[in-house]
């Protein structure tokens, strides 16, 4: 068997997959009738419809040419991992993690960390003018979203304020 | 006339430097939330909702409002320049307006929105006060089969913007209101697909979907390719000023999309977001004059005719608010919630109860759009700066705003983790072809779709033929039908293609 089309042979996939969760999910919820519909009804519907479509899809990219293939290409690991491990970092660094006793660092310690750690996913990484960057948007942050919008952000780690 | 008197009365009101500097504030505030990615008026509105207990109602509503409309204005010019919404509306400006910023033609593309918004904020302005009274009658009319069939349409429309596969943008859409639907069902209290999380049965925050699939999955898919065709906007700006050729092009554009976002924001479930959607799906439908550039690279109209059309809408969506109660999206909602902190009830009441509340915030939002076309062509100059700043420097700063932005909403690290989720499903949509700008839109109409066809079903005991049967609701989906037609019409389509072919 020939793909035709690789990027819509796996979204059509994708589609069918998530579809065909949704569905079976809804049917652990009371479907009900159309005139009285149950929290399962609407859920059903789509995710049947979304199953079929992405069948659809699979279909098409299994039978239609396509000039080059639409190939997926090559996946940017090194963005991927460093953006979303940033994201997930400051969000640990903020908040702190209770169920693994990981004390709240606060708003500036996270900026820090997001920024170090964001700035490794370019192809450039000058520490010193990374630095630089972290300290310029922490004050620009501490400015505008503690003093000016006064968000309710703990700013400094726990274990200093108390 | 009763027109004249009732909006001297509203300018008489609005006029107090108390209001004219909550006017100020609201405006100022909003522009810089509107700017900022990842923190839009939804969650600024909310934040300072339990400040206003303290103004009198008046410059409370008029500081919330101008926060809103504000927003619209500044959200235009981070989808310009940052190819990120900063607002839910300005969806569809990142995509004709970021290519033009691309193409160097940053300035042109800001001075239309801002122009196109502030003519419509007062086309909008003055619709609302010339035609509350009798337009709320229409929107009586509307039962939920009505609202149901107009969504449809609206869905539709989505699917004939999307670029690419129209079998895939169907397919987002569907993900869009499935994914809607995570959270408490309103009907039964019973927690769908929250997987017995507690933070999920609140349901996935608009903002956490929004920022995850366009800012992170972008600067995922943006660091991935290589220096030379990786998207960087250039630096060299041109001009502040629309050509006189742009200015002729924008003209209708910004006429056809203030009189569209007008007609949709009176309508619940429309709103800005799906004025903007029409209104650019309506400029790309009409042909291109010779010379002109197709839409998806950088076409003014593109930008012109949504930033209009959502500015108007965003003002004639108070008109559901202020006389039926009704909030017609999520931030008038708000809207109900700071009138209620002030012992105001919503409702059709409000405007003989409360005249000063009701034409102050009329008058006052006339005020404010010229504030903020003042605020903005001035200021314009130092957005574009930000042009020159290298993308090394600006994408952890943009990562920074969208962590801050999402974890504001709720002030919960849940949310931070859910973005990075979507940041991830993003990245995979990019890869896959898969067009995100309709999963939004499914995500936010999900639940409201969903109550309408349980009310219109209830309403016609089971019988789906009421959808046809209403001439108000066939004639919606009528439309729908014919723009879908229209669209896989072989002639069409193949043109369509073409159109999307360089993208």
Known sequence: MNIKSQKDFFSGLLFTAVGVAFAWG??????????????????????????????VITFKALVVETEDGDKVGAWAWKPLVFIIAANLLFGLMLG??????????????????????????????????????????????????????????????????? | MDLINNLSLGFGVAFTPINLMYAFVGCLLGTLIGVLPGIGPLATI???????????????????????YGAQYGGSTTAILVNLPGESSSVVTVIDGYQMARKGRAGPALAAAGLGSFFAGCVGTLVLAAFAVPLTEVAFKFGPAEYFSLMILGLI?????????????????????????V??????????????????????????????????????????????????FTADVKGLMPTLEDFKRMTPAVLRGTALGSLLGILPG??????????????????????????????????????????????TSFIPLLTLGIPPNAVMALMVGAMTIHNIQPGPQVMTSNPELFWGLIASMWIGNAMLIVLNLPLIGMWIKLLSVPYRWLFPAIVLFCAIGVYSTNNNTFDI??????GFIGYVFIKLGMEPAPLLLGFILGPMMEENLRRALLLSRGDWSVFVTRGLSASLLAVAALLLLIVLLPAIKKKREEAFVDE
Not at chain 2, 288 to 311: C, D, H, K
């Open chain 2, 157 to 181: 429309g989505a699917v004939v913007l999307a670029s690419g596969s129209l079998l895939k943008a169907v397919g987002m859409i569907l993900l869009g209101l499935l994914l809607g639907l």
């Open chain 1, 96 to 162: 702190g993690l209770p169920s693994i006793k990981f004390p709240a660092f606060g708003l500036i310690a996270a900026i820090y960390a997001l920024t170090l750690v964001a700035a490794l996913a370019g192809e450039e990484f000058k520490i010193k003018e990374v630095l630089v960057l972290a300290t310029i948007l922490a004050i620009m942050s501490y400015l505008a979203f503690i003093v000016l919008l006064k968000l309710q952000f703990p700013v400094w780690p726990a274990f200093i304020t108390g």
């Open chain 1, 26 to 55: 809804a049917t652990k919820y009371s479907l009900g009738t159309g005139a009285r519909m149950g929290p399962g009804y609407f859920p059903m519907m789509l995710g049947v419809l979304m199953a079929i479509l992405g069948a």
């Open chain 2, 270 to 315: 429309g709103g800005a977001v799906m004025a903007a959607f029409a209104a650019y799906t309506i400029e790309k439908k009409t042909k291109l004059q010779p010379g002109e550039v197709p839409f998806g690279q950088g076409n003014i109209r593109g930008v012109a005719a949504p930033e209009s059309a959502n500015n108007a809408a965003s003002q």
């Open chain 2, 417 to 422: 983790w859910l973005v990075g989720l979507f």
């Open chain 2, 183 to 232: 959270g408490t069902d309103v009907n039964s209290g019973v927690a769908r697909f929250s997987f017995d999380i507690p933070e999920l049965t609140d349901g996935i925050g608009f903002i956490v979907i929004a920022m995850g699939v366009f800012g992170y999955g972008e600067i995922i898919s943006n660091l991935g390719k290589h220096e030379d065709e990786r998207e960087v």
């Open chain 2, 46 to 68: 909310a934040m300072l909702l339990p400040a206003t207990y303290a103004l009198p109602p008046v410059s409370a509503l008029i500081m919330l409002a101008g926060i809103y």
